[in-house]
């Protein structure tokens, strides 16, 4: 096979893609937020693939993966309408007074509901609903709230890797390579599962003092925290046809944007007095816009065939060392940069590097569940590994400083001593995994 030759095209694109590229992962140092510099990466994209010839602007919007982008917008919009209602916080509370007391326990329900709702939520939204009642739950017992904030951001990122629809990255790897929900839940569901009883076990000794404390056994309040038992209940349902929805989608040859947009709009009509405008406002437009960029920019490069140009480097590698090495490395590779930096955009630039692997006749099945486990595991590295991590931290140090007690503050220290054990063995176990069900990960779906 003929190999590519190095031209200025390439050299152009590849030089937008990292300039963006780092700018958007020193966000901390320059200030300028991700989304500014996405959008100027994507125009700049545009208007140097018009001049030189390789990309156009209707080709910049071909290039945007909506299904993406609509089913992201529709689940914010349908979590929008269902958090006034109180139901997430009757759950909460109802688990706090059923473990009577008993921390572990406490902790091990707290984190299965994360997980559940992680499979179709993305983690992000699940501890932004479930983070501050946390808090609440903890200080009502009067216990150290550490435990509990950092089981749910690290089995929120786990649980989001088992299902097509639980991590933005999920959405992305299953589209471009054309994964159904229920052939990425039937690959993903028993690692993810083995990874989560690791955290479990794991945050029982890393936390064995905090989980020791003698609590005060907690109340539920007097009445009823759901406000809205109709939209609640009608909520539910039309999350239950959902699912129903996404087993089906491939047999439908539906989108899975299609189901979230079904279901979005079955709500709006069951719930009670729900006010569409209010609901829509809560879409994180900028999170959207942040893909839409990204995704302008990614398709510049492989219109000047610059991943194509890399990827016909790596396909001896895979010759040389096999395509099991190949995957437990790019597991690793993917997880060690995901706890440093954004795994969105580093999930972005892999995907068409190896769907360019694909066309020069390489079985890349194993390769992207290596890439969805490695980004969606690498999260739970460091306190920056995910934006639900972030969010976490965040309120953990608002706490602090309300409290007055630097101890209640999760720091990159205690995230270090605490989190970054539960990535290496969780990558440990899936690794194994990996290496002893392999035939299995590299059967084309």
Known sequence: MELLVWDTNMLVSGLILAITFIFIFTEGIHGVHRVKVAMVGAAVMMFAGYVFG????????????????????????IIAIMIPT??????????????????????????????????LLDNV???VIFGPLIILICQSLR?????????????????????????????????????????????????????????????RFLFKRELAVKPEVMKLKEGSLLNDARTWYGALAVLGI??????????????PWFVTAIGLTI?????????????????????????????????????????????????PLVDEFGLLATSIALMWIAAILSAAIDNIPFTAAMIPIILGMETQGINVTPLWWSLAVGVGMGGNGTHLGSTAN??????????????????LAI???????????????????CSLIMALFFPFFSTPH
Do not use: C
């Open 143 to 203: 216990v150290n709230p550490i435990p509990y904030l950092l089981a749910a951001a690290l089995l929120s990122d786990t649980g989001g890797v088992a299902t097509l629809v639980g991590d933005p990255p999920n959405l992305m790897i299953g589209s471009a390579a054309g994964i159904d929900f229920n052939t990425f839940i039937y690959h993903m569901g028993f690692m993810v599962l083995a990874a989560w009883i690791v955290i479990l076990v794991m945050l």
């Open 86 to 119: 109180g139901g997430f916080q009757q759950m909460a509370y109802a688990i706090a007074e059923f473990s009577r007391g008993r921390l572990f326990l406490l902790l091990a329900l707290l984190g299965t509901l994360v997980t559940v709702l992680s499979l």
């Open 125 to 127: 939204t699940t501890v």
């Open 267 to 315: 709500l709006v009509f069951i719930g009670k007095d729900i006010d569409v405008e209010e609901s829509f406002a809560h879409i994180e437009l900028a999170l959207l816009m942040f893909f839409i960029s990204l995704f302008m920019i990614i398709g510049g490069v492989e219109h000047s065939r610059f991943l194509e140009y890399i990827g016909q480097f790596i396909i």
């Open 390 to 407: 972030v969010f976490i931290v965040t309120i953990s140090e608002k706490l602090a400083r309300d409290q007055n007690d630097p101890s």
């Open 242 to 255: 959902m699912v129903i929805g996404f087993v089906l989608h491939d047999d439908f040859g539906w989108e």
């Open 54 to 77: 390789f990309y156009s602007p209707e080709e910049a919007v071909e290039a945007i993966d909506w299904n993406v982008v609509f089913l992201l917008g529709g689940m914010m919009t």
């Open 411 to 429: 720091t990159p220290g205690v995230w270090f001593r605490k989190g970054t054990p539960v990535m290496l063995a969780t990558l440990v176990v």
